[in-house]
C-alpha cells in the first residue's frame, strides 16, 4: 500500500454494501446503505497523546457519516481518525 496515515489516521476499506432485494426488485446502487464495517488497511504512529490501538487487518466499525472518501488505483477507502473507529470486531 502506497498510502500511509499520518499521526492518528487509519486506512480502511469498506465492506462491501449488501444486496437486499425486497419481492425481486432490485435495489439500485444509489439507494443502498453505505456499509458502517470494514477493515484497517493501513495504520499512522500516533500522537504522543494517544496510542494507536488499531492495527493492519483488524475488521472495525465505525459511524455513519465517519472519515474521508478517498479513491486509490480505482478502490475506494475512508480515511479517518482513530477515534472515530467505535469497536474492533
Do not use: C, W
Not at 470494514?38 to 494517544?50: F, L, N, R
Amino acid at each position: 500500500m502506497n498510502i500511509k496515515p499520518l499521526a492518528d489516521r487509519v486506512l480502511i476499506k469498506p465492506a462491501a454494501a449488501e444486496e437486499k432485494t425486497l419481492g425481486g426488485i432490485i435495489i439500485p446502487d444509489s439507494a443502498k446503505e453505505k456499509p458502517l464495517k470494514g477493515e484497517v488497511i493501513a495504520v499512522g504512529h500516533g500522537t504522543k497523546d494517544e496510542e494507536m490501538v488499531l492495527k493492519v487487518g483488524d475488521q472495525v466499525l465505525y459511524g455513519k457519516y465517519a472519515g474521508t472518501e478517498i479513491e486509490f488505483e480505482g478502490e475506494k477507502y475512508l480515511i479517518m481518525r482513530q477515534s472515530d473507529v467505535l469497536a474492533i470486531i
